[in-house]
């Protein structure tokens, strides 16, 4: 017998995140419908925060499953509501670096989706808590955070957008005083960017904390210099094969909680999200928190 039958299922997409191609994974939604008997409903987000409400109506009516098919922006606005909850969350990755759902090994096409949204196994993953507010995957200030704010108004989306964006505005870029506190280790240091890790990656497999396990309890405080531009390719490359930790140009600390003064208020972004540009900034690791659909072992 399929336990799996008869679930409430909720699908919420993202029509502006990635490419905006999502069409092609509603036959897909249906005919799991149509196998599992799924109680399904179907929506569209229509603006800024319509998913965090959304999450909230399948958390107080007492949904299953809830699907989001966009980027890890508009994963983050469900995980708002989602955190702490029995509902689980399922992602079908279409946004511009999906980096939650890369490093936990969530397929991106129709037959690998179809069969984990047939399994639905699960994985229950720590989150962070940015001055209180949910963050699943990476939360970074500095040079990330004022890219991501730039990025936030184009109308063009998508990983190339994004390069180009960070290619355009690097040499602009002015490193400003941070002081990290994470347990016994204080540094003072005027860093490219700070990038504080729950997942590996920044999204597109460009893996700034090569180490960090999404449900280990602890996070990856990654210091990141300003480096010459001659080194990027270099780094670039290590980046992507996932060996940017043996770079002198990168310091990781491993902590549960982490507090950092910002007083040149750089800007701040949790999972790609401009989030403001605190003056103090306090994190803590939430752990077994959040239930996720992944592919079975």
């Keep these: 017998m399929n336990s799996n039958k008869g679930l409430k299922v909720m699908l919420v997409i993202n029509p502006i995140s990635g490419n905006g191609k999502h069409g092609k994974y509603i036959p897909l939604i249906e005919k799991l419908q149509e196998e599992n008997e799924w109680v399904l409903e179907m929506y569209q987000t229509e603006y800024a925060g319509h998913c ?42 279409a946004g511009s670096g999906n980096g939650l759902s890369n490093c936990l090994g ?37 040079f990330d955070g004022h890219v991501a704010a730039l990025f936030a108004n184009l109308k063009t989306r998508g990983i190339k957008t994004y390069v180009k964006l960070a290619i355009q505005e690097y040499h602009k870029y002015k490193a400003e005083k941070v002081v990290i506190h994470a ?48 080194s990027a390719p270099f780094l670039a490359s290590r980046l992507f094969r996932g060996k940017i930790n043996k770079s002198h140009f990168l310091r990781i600390i491993s902590a549960t909680e982490v507090h950092i003064e910002n007083p040149n208020l750089l ?16 994190v803590k690791i939430a752990p077994s928190s959040l239930q996720i659909i992944v592919p079975k072992n």
């Design 106 to 142: 969530i397929p991106k096409y129709e037959a690998g989706l179809h069969k984990m949204l047939s399994e639905l196994s699960f994985r229950t993953i720590d989150t962070l808590l940015v001055n209180d507010k949910i963050c699943t995957g990476l939360a970074g200030l500095g």
């Design 183 to 230: 347990g016994t280790v204080n540094i003072e240091c005027k860093p490219l960017l700070v990038a504080i890790a729950n997942s590996d990656q920044f999204g597109n497999f460009a893996r700034i904390s090569p180490d960090s396990i999404p449900d280990d309890g602890i996070m990856e405080i990654c210091i990141l210099e300003k480096f010459p531009w001659y």
């Design 52 to 93: 965090k409400q959304l999450a909230q109506k399948a958390k107080l009516e007492y949904f299953d499953i809830f699907i989001v098919c966009g980027g890890d922006g508009t994963v983050n606005e469900a995980c708002q509501e989602l955190v702490g909850s029995k509902v689980k969350l399922a992602i079908i990755p």
């Design 267 to 282: 800007p701040l972004h949790l999972d790609g999200e401009p989030a403001g540009n605190p003056e103090n900034i306090v």
